[in-house]
T-cell receptor
Framework: DTGVSQNPRHKITKRGQNVTFRCDPI?????LYWYRQTLGQGPEFLTY????????KSRLLSDRFSAERPKGSFSTLEIQRTEQGDSAMYLC????????????FGEGSRLTVL | QKEVEQNSGPLSVPEGAIASLNCTYS??????FFWYRQYSGKSPELIMF????GDKEDGRFTAQLNKASQYVSLLIRDSQPSDSATYLC??????????FGRGTSLIVHP
């Protein structure tokens, strides 16, 4: 069990650029979540996949954000035309497909938009 | 909009004392409740979960649930400096997606 892997761990970009984050969940986990966390706040839900299907998206999620999970394995989160307000830690988590349960988090990808 | 409320703290307790962390939630239909610990610069990790009214104990940790009052708490007995972290309350809603509170920062001083 290698845990949830995210990369890159850190990304510094200029406003207006596009960035992409990758998440590799625990292999037997069907559920995958993306959260965003800023300093002093709890994780804020962005989107959720069950296998390859994106089943939930936060209403707060801008059209600049898009996520995919091809073949139900790894997932990518892309942010287009980044803004300074996008600066945050982007957390990926996965869980088993058996009701409410423990989320296993990756180490996160920290985005800084200059 | 489902809400999970926590006092941001910091809560400061001396080593060996009991730390009490509280969480309220808005969705009366919530059935399960999770406590995560997050060290500075690290990701959240699960420490306790509770489904039924009453108390659930695991080592130095006790989770308490009162569904009528929509209130869940976490007690840490014999607090240690290594317990210093942010404690996040999480309540799953639709599709079992957890909503997290903002977290309570706990400082255990020697």
């Amino acid at each position: 069990d290698t845990g949830v892997s995210q990369n890159p761990r850190h990304k510094i970009t200029k406003r207006g650029q596009n960035v992409t984050f990758r998440c590799d969940p625990i292999s037997e986990h069907n559920r995958l979540y993306w959260y965003r966390q800023t300093l002093g706040q709890g994780p804020e839900f962005l989107t959720y996949f069950q296998n390859e299907a994106q089943l939930e998206k936060s209403r707060l999620l801008s059209d600049r954000f898009s996520a995919e999970r091809p073949k139900g394995s790894f997932s990518t989160l892309e942010i287009q035309r980044t803004e300074q307000g996008d600066s945050a830690m982007y957390l990926c988590a996965s869980s088993r497909d058996t009701g409410p349960g423990e989320l296993f988090f990756g180490e996160g990808s920290r985005l800084t938009v200059l | 909009q489902k809400e999970v409320e926590q006092n941001s703290g910091p809560l400061s307790v001396p080593e060996g004392a009991i730390a009490s962390l509280n969480c309220t939630y808005s969705d009366r239909g919530s059935q399960s409740f999770f406590w995560y610990r997050q060290y500075s610069g690290k990701s959240p990790e699960l420490i306790m979960f509770i489904y039924s009214n009453g108390d659930k104990e695991d080592g130095r940790f006790t989770a308490q649930l009162n569904k009528a009052s929509q209130y869940v708490s976490l007690l840490i007995r014999d607090s240690q400096p290594s317990d210093s972290a942010t404690y996040l309350c999480a309540v799953p809603g639709g599709s079992y997606i957890p909503t997290f509170g903002r977290g309570t920062s706990l400082i255990v001083h020697p």
